[in-house]
């Protein structure tokens, strides 16, 4: 494993999104970490390492302004990526790598990569996006003979070959390993393969974010030679400002708020009593709602935004619910005379 449990000396890995999620603003960046030895994404390198990233759309003074932006935003001199970092764009190299009807391999382009990684010693090479250096169709038998030759190459390399891969069409939002273009043979090809999926405004909701459109989460798909991560992993795309005027998006990791920050056994037993005293009610909209509660003794009204807090203290009442802390009840409200939901004191009494 050189970087992480998806970068896997001599085999190809693949990373799959809609467009304009974070594929390649994440690869890259993945690739300038790799390439200096620091931990800038949450994950700590055990070695600098040499890599190859070919970029089949954008241009060449593009794909430089996303260094120059995420070197200067983690404090990274460029020094650091000579001779480390290899970087070209298809608009000045045509890396076809298989072409015409039944997807016929160009072992001039494979004989090309092969002697640029061996002589300048290349760990890992990233093409961003494959749909880009083939000009076959997007069918099983395709991919097949594709992913066949590229991990050919990564294990006569002794490198990493990661894959920058898009969804079908109308695929959505529920995005899986299976939502790759060509079905599931480049799946079965890979070792490890990951999916990009935007941050949905429930989710955004539930964050106390105002948009949703700069956060996406990225999940282990398949993974054969690690174990699947536990859970999702954050990022938020963050607008830099360069030297000439221009902004350029970094990368950043970015941790989903835990509801329970902050929560002890002394404070939770005291909210559980408040709660049990008061009998506040069930619905949020309400003056007395339960959850204004937790506020208040977790001081969330201070620590974070309004629609934050409340959304933590929701939370928080739900998984209290589910583990009996907390149970919900109808009674007749004496005000309007009809019966309305509270909550009281559970059976499970938290111990101080």
Known sequence: FLYDNHYIRNFASITIATGGVGKSTLCLTEMIAMATGRNLLGVEPTERLKVLYFNGEDPMEEIQRRCVATCEH???????????LYIASGRDYDLLLSEGFEGEINEGSFKLLEDFCKDKGIDVFCADPLANMTTSGET???????AKRLSDLADSCGISIELVHHTRKGNGLDTNVESARGGSSLIAAVR????????????ADKAGLESHVNHFR????????ARPMDKALWF???????????????LVKWEFPDAFSGMSVE????IQRRIESERPKHSPRAENWAGKIIIEVLELDIKDSDKLARSKASTI???WVRT?????????????????????QGKNILEE
């Open 74 to 84: 983690f404090g990274v001199p460029q020094e650091e990526l000579v001779d480390h």
């Open 140 to 146: 099983n038998e395709v991919f097949r003979t594709l």
């Open 192 to 203: 490890s393969a990951r999916v990009l999926s935007p941050m949905t405004k429930e989710e």
């Open 218 to 225: 990225v999940e282990v798909g398949k993974s054969n030679l």
């Open 236 to 250: 938020e795309k963050r607008s830099h400002a360069l030297d000439n005027g221009d902004s350029c998006a970094v």
């Open 267 to 270: 404070l939770g037993r005291k």
């Open 317 to 319: 009442l739900k998984e």
């Open 324 to 344: 009996g802390v907390v149970e919900v009840y109808e009674d007749h409200d004496g005000r309007q005379g009809r019966m309305t939901k509270f909550y009281c």
